[in-house]
């Protein structure tokens, strides 16, 4: 089991910038991919980026693609997703998730919340 921590939520205004980390630990980082999810109010819960554990192949949803990076740090143990051009649907709880691909994950974060005001 792989525990996650996600951290970098908060209150922005559209257009801004916003960079979520996740701290994972319990087993060995680089041996699986990571990835982020999000959960409006009132919506389901949806993909929106995962990373392979080489780092070199990235994937994203539509809505996020050109304004979303993710990113990985395996020698600390860390994913980002750096979000630019924030717009006020991008408010959500995200969650980091590891261990998987598609939409079967393993692990997941406690989530944090990102408020994005218009």
């Known amino acids: 089991q792989v525990q996650l921590v996600e951290s970098g939520g908060g209150l922005v205004q559209a257009g801004s910038s916003l960079r979520l980390s996740c701290a994972a630990s319990g087993r060995t980082f680089r041996s699986y991919a990571m990835g982020w999810f999000r959960q409006a109010p009132g919506k389901e819960r949806e993909f929106v980026a995962a990373?392979?554990?080489?780092?070199?192949?990235?994937y994203y949803a539509d809505s996020v693609k050109g304004r979303f990076t993710i990113s990985r740090d395996n020698a600390k143990d860390t994913v980002y997703l750096q979000m630019n051009s924030l717009k006020y649907e991008d408010t959500a709880v995200y969650y980091c998730?590891?261990?998987?691909?598609?939409?079967?994950?393993?692990?997941w974060g406690q989530g944090t919340q990102v408020t994005v005001s218009s």
């Open positions: 998730v590891a261990d998987g691909w598609s939409n079967t994950w393993n692990s």
């Open positions: 990373i392979r554990w080489g780092g070199t192949n990235t």
